[in-house]
Every structure is written in C-alpha cells, then in structure tokens.
C-alpha cells in the first residue's frame, strides 16, 4: 500500500495535497457523519466518511425525502464494556460495530475512546474505559481488532491526557513524562502496538503548554518513533489554532476542515514555511490507510446491517457488564416477587451519555419494560402514579425535557400512606437512581450530582424504613455513566446493583439480572470513593477555580486504587470489586519465571449455588528499589467461562517482564529484587499471594 500511496502522492498538485489533509467541513454524505474528507476524481481518489462513536455509530436515524430508516445499535457505554473484563465480548461488539460502519457506508469510526478516569467527575468517563491503563489498552485492542476485522477503521481517541471536559479546548495540561508513559500514554501504547488502529485523534488540550494537535513529542517523537504507529493523526473537531504547526509537528489531517485552513497550509508551502516533503509525508500516511477503505474499494453497502443479531451481541455485552455492588440475600428475587417499582428512572432510563458518545437506536428498552416483557409482576398501580407524575411534570416549564432525564424530577413525592400501602401489598422494593452526562461540561461534586440529592436521599430512606418495617427487602439500581456518592445510603437498603448506561437493551438485562437469569460478573474498572474529598485529583477541573487555564496533575502516578492503595485510604467499593450469586475459591497457586515473562497459574472453583464467571485479577507488588512505586499494579485478568456450581477452571496468566517497568525519566526501569504476584477477586481481595526474583535489571528505552 505504501508504494501504491507514494505513486498516487506523486501525481498530486499542491492544491491536491492540502485538499487530502483538511476535512471537507460541510455535512457529509451520509447524515449524521462527524466528517468526511475530500474527493479527487482526477486521481480516482473518493471521500472518506468518518462517524463517532463508542456505544454505537452516530449517524442520522432518519432522512429527508427518504422514507427508510438508518438506525445503528446502542451498545452498553464503555464504562460498562470494561466491566466485562471479557475481552472475547469487546471484539464481538467491535465487529458488530464494524459492520454497521461498513454497511450504512462509513469508513473510520471514531472509536474507542479511551483517555483515563482521573476523575470521577469528568462528564465524559462513560465513554472511557478505565482508571487503569491496562485495562483500558487491552478492552481498546480488543474492540479495534473487532471493528477493523470487518475491513473499516477505528481510531483511538483523545491523545493525550484529555480528562476533562471544563475548558477542554484550551486547558493546559501539566504532567510529568513518568506519569504521561506509564498511565495516561499507556492504554494508548497498548492499543497501538496491537491492534494497529487505522488512525488516533490528538485531543483538544494542551499538553505541558503544546496543543496535542500541535505536540511534536506526542505525534512524532512518540507515537511514531516509540511506538512504531503506521496509521494517520486526525485533529479532534477544531482543534489546535495553527494548522501549518498541526502539519509540520506530525498531525496528518486535520478536521473537519475548511477552506481557509486549505489556503493556509497552501500558501505556507509557497511562502517556503512549511516544507513540501511535510506534507507528502503526511498526505502519504493519510492515503496508505485510506486506500484499504470501503470507499476507496467502492465496496456496495446494503444500508441493511444485521440488527437484530446485534442487538444480541449488546444485550450480552450488557450481560457481563453489571456490577452487583451489595447483596444481602436480597436478589436474585424469584420470577412471582409482586415488585413495587420506584423512581422516574424506572421509565426515564437511561441508555447513554450526550454528546458525541450518543446513539440513535431503534428502541431503548426502559427498565419498566424489561420486567414487563419478561413478565415479572411489577406493581401496575404504583408504575401510573409514576407514568402520570413524568407526564405532568415534564409539561411545567421548568423541568421540560431537554436531554433524557434532565432537568432532574424531584423523587420523593409519594406520601406515607402510599407507601405503606405498597409496602404491606408487594413483596420487595426496587428503586431506580439515574445519572447523564456528556461532552462539553463536566459532573458537580454537589448533590443531584455526585451525590444524591435530598429527594432521592428521602426515597430510598422512606422506602427501605417501609419496606423493612414489613419485612420485604429494598434493592437499588443505579443507572450512571460514573461514580457517585454511595456511603451515606448503601446500609439503608439490602443490595445495589450497578446496571450502568447499558445501551438499547438496558431494561431487559436488569430484569435478566433480578431474577438471576444473568449472574452477575462485572467487576469495577473505577474506584467508587467514600467521599469526593477522598479523590487524589484534587485539583481537577484546574485552576484559576472559575476559569481553568491549567490543570497540574501533581499526583503523578497516583491516580484510582494507585493511590487509594499506597495511601491507606478506604474506597466505598474498590478497583476491580464486583458480586456474584455464587461464590468462587481460588486455589493451587503456581509462580514460574521464564526467560520474558513470570506464569501465574491457579485454579478457581464455583463453590456456591449458582452458575457463574468469575474476573481474575493479578496484581504485582514490585520490591522498595529506586523509583516510588504503588503498592501494586493491574498486570493481567482472566474471566472463567460460565463455571456451573462444582466446576473448576484452571488459569494461567503471562506476564511480560518489561510490563513491570517505571519510567525513570529517561528510560524503563524494571528494577532487581523479590515480587509478589497477588491473584485476586478484586484489589483489595486478594486470595492468593506467590513471590517470583528478578535478579537483574532490566533497562530499555521508550
Ligand atoms: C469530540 C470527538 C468526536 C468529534 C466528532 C468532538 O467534539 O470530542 O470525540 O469524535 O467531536 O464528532
């Protein structure tokens, strides 16, 4: 392709050369697309239509003049795809993903997303995957080689160091390189090096003082000289302020265009401040990829995309994706359970975030109509009051609808005799606590936000002292793209299960996972701290306070169970924690060095009642050596398959010995001395602990 690519980059005029690396800048082809690049008919060049975005392709559902309809599945978000931990389930959703790209004719998806859960306010964390860098890298490889399998790109997104949404555009990132490599760069370089990603989007931020788009060290040092990248740099929508600096620095195109930036990089040529050979180089790495895609193929597509096959592929993602955060013996609850179904959430569910993130699927199945169509015996009286109460609500001018669920529906309007009445009649309560969020603002540590508001504080207190009083249990779903405060009323009610923003098929996995038709497996890819104050990014979203110019990142490494482990500090629920119906017992651990890696083997075994899988985690504690370290570090997972009560699976997980490096400031570090390999249930669960020695350094460069 590359030879092909040159030849074509040899025929082209100037003019045609800035054309290929500025986006088009007007509504594409297909309605909807985020953008799409220039066509040149006398190179046989065709434009190339990208389309966000990481629950689901965004494209417009409907056209005018145009009585079919284009709507894309809305996979579970991918907060909750990296609850998983299944990496067979990420590619499977990649390649669903994939085809409909492919068959409504887009190329690229702007997909996935996958900058670091800082923070737990950042209003786009439901897009990312994880505070970990480990899990983030490997969910992201995963999902790209599923979605480029179908022969269409993915493109990672926003690099680098994008991890919040107050004053994206221009807040000046501060970190250092240690913190840069091994956390906010390192999900990245996983995903580059395995899955090799048609394209990367540099974000908007500026990173130590360089725009991203901008950032020579970033584009070229690197991700080209480090990391060995073939594919192309695209700008995030408008980002940057110079597109000669965006060219010269490594940034291949730049989106989604416009013909003053065309000119300008034109006239920079001529003017001799922008080297031609630049930009061959850049149209050349732009044409390599593009030449692989559907519409340089002129590939057919049926507008037709298999749908209802993918709605099964989300409806399993969502599966293996809840959380059960608290059981006591409250769930799973048998199928005749008369339900008393409470909050608005229960019909305004929530399936996504806002913003580009967002998708336009067929149907979302509301909580209410998953325990409908599953016939489970929800308590129709209570479910109009609801119905009623949104509908008049929503008709007064100041809650009038204008995302889904927002503006927020006071929660405790049912007065006492109601309650009891509903208590004394239904067997158990379920209450539904909804949160959205998205681009363009981040979430408030304040209440009706991180935390509850009072209303929604009263709800689940008047409900659980009712129920309770009667002796009928109280569950809680949460229906949230991120953390909130869970501390203050996690011991007023018997379980919680976190359902996340599951996608389309929302309702149909909480009603699945109530009755124990799905067993929960997910495990947290983010801490839920105690409190906001306990967050080590406390600083975040920057500073001056009213208006961030800057955000510091002053602790370092130190970010999710990286710093809540070190520090001593207790989480609600930890890193990697996450229920199951059944229990599992780990045994027979086996530590074995090797000449590049250390082999944990162990077995783990259904000891309870219930089929189920089980999330694996190995940690790594590294020695007292040179450089600080955390207590210990996500180096590799596992998840059994459905394990019935009795089975046993045996597991082995390798473990890269240069995967234990810190970065020095200069070079990779892994230090000499004796290791622990803790193999656990969550972080903070270890069952398993075995100690393997390096005896020699091991030193390389980035
Ligand atoms: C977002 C990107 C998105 C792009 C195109 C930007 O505002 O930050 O994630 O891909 O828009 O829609």
């Keep these: 392709m590359a030879e092909k690519a040159d030849e074509i980059v040899s025929r082209m005029t100037l ?13 594409p082809k297909i309605p909807g697309a985020a953008g799409e690049t220039h066509s040149i008919e006398r190179l046989g060049i065709p434009s190339v239509v990208l389309a966000d975005g990481p629950a689901g392709l965004r494209i417009n559902p409907v056209r005018e003049g145009d009585n079919r309809t284009y709507h894309a599945t809305a996979f579970p978000v991918e907060i909750m795809l990296a609850s ?157 302020n110079n597109p000669v600096e965006q060219m010269r620095t490594g940034n291949d195109m730049i989106m989604p265009g416009g013909e003053d930036k065309v000119e300008k990089i034109i006239n920079a040529v001529r003017e001799g401040k922008l080297g031609e050979e630049v930009l061959n180089r850049n149209v050349r790495n732009i044409l390599k990829v593009l030449i692989n895609s559907p519409s340089f193929r002129r590939y057919s597509y049926s507008n037709a995309p298999d749908l209802n096959a993918h709605a099964r592929i989300a409806y399993d993602a969502g599966a293996e994706g809840v959380i059960l955060l608290k059981n006591n013996n409250a769930l799973p609850i048998s199928e005749d359970t008369k339900i008393a179904l409470f909050g608005t959430g229960q019909i305004e569910t929530i399936k996504g975030g806002t913003g580009s993130g967002d998708t336009h699927p067929r149907y979302v199945v509301s909580i209410l109509d998953g325990m409908r169509e599953r016939n489970l015996k929800v308590d129709e009286e209570l479910v109009e009051i609801y119905a009623k109460y ?106 919680i299960l976190l359902v996340w923003q599951a996608g389309q098929e929302i309702g149909r996995i909480v009603a699945d996972t109530i009755v124990g038709k799905i067993n929960p497996s997910g495990k947290l890819p983010i801490t839920f701290p105690k409190d906001y104050s306990d967050v080590p990014s406390w600083n975040f979203p920057g ?109 082995e997980i390798e473990i890269g010995l240069k995967s234990l490096a810190s970065f020095d400031g200069e070079m990779w570090l892994v230090e000499k001395g004796e290791y622990e390999a803790r193999v656990g249930s969550s972080s903070r669960d270890i069952r398993l602990v075995g100690k393997f020695t390096i005896n020699e350094e091991i030193k390389f460069n980035p």
């Excluded at 209303?455 to 008047?462: A, G």
């Design 15 to 27: 003019e045609e050369k800035a054309k290929i690396v500025v986006g088009i800048g007007v509504p």
């Design 84 to 240: 998983t931990w299944n990496k067979n389930i990420l590619e499977a959703v990649g390649r669903a993903m994939g085809e409909e790209v492919r068959e409504y004719g887009v190329d690229i998806l702007l997909a996935p997303a996958m900058n670091i859960h800082r923070n737990p306010l950042c209003g786009r964390n439901f897009e990312y995957y994880s505070e970990d860098p480990f899990l983030s890298g490997e969910m992201a490889a995963a999902f790209v080689s599923g979605v480029q399998s179908q022969g269409v790109g993915a493109c990672l997104k926003h690099f680098a160091a994008n991890n919040q949404e107050t004053n994206r555009v221009f807040i000046d990132t501060v970190v250092s390189e240690r913190a840069l490599r091994e956390i906010y760069l390192k999900g990245f370089e996983i995903a580059t090096k395995k899955s090799k990603p048609w394209a990367i989007m540099s974000a908007y931020n500026k990173l130590n003082g360089k725009y991203c788009s901008q950032n020579e060290w970033l584009l070229t040092k690197v991700l080209r000289e480090d990391w060995g990248f073939q594919g192309f740099v695209m700008t995030d929508w408008g980002a940057g």
């Design 390 to 495: 949104i509908s008049e609500m929503r008709k007064k001018e100041e809650y009038k609808l204008e995302v889904p669920g927002l503006p927020r529906l006071p929660q405790d309007f049912l007065d006492e005799k109601q309650l009891e009445r509903f208590a004394e009649k239904d067997d158990a309560a379920i209450i539904v606590i909804s949160r959205i969020s998205g681009e363009g603002y981040d979430r408030k540590p304040e209440k009706g936000d991180f935390y509850l508001s009072d209303d929604e504080h009263n709800l689940i207190r008047k409900v659980s002292q009712t129920f309770h009083k009667y002796g009928k249990e109280v569950v809680v779903v949460v229906n949230i793209g991120s953390p909130i405060e869970v501390a203050s009323w996690r011991d007023l009610v018997d379980g």
């Design 543 to 651: 500073e001056p306070k009213e208006d961030p110019r800057k955000v510091v990142y002053d602790e370092g490494i130190y970010i999710g169970y990286r710093y809540y482990d070190t520090f001593g500090v207790e989480p609600a629920y930890e890193f990697g924690f996450g229920l199951s119906y059944t229990k599992f017992e780990y045994k027979n651990l086996k530590v074995t060095m090797h000449d590049n890696s250390v082999k944990v083997s162990f077995e783990i075994s259904n000891t309870g009642n219930f089929p189920g899988k089980e999330v694996a985690q190995a940690y790594i504690r590294a020695p007292k050596g040179k450089l600080d370290k955390p207590l210990q570090e996500l180096k590799g997972f596992y998840k059994t398959r459905l394990l019935n009560p009795g089975e046993t699976e045996k597991v």
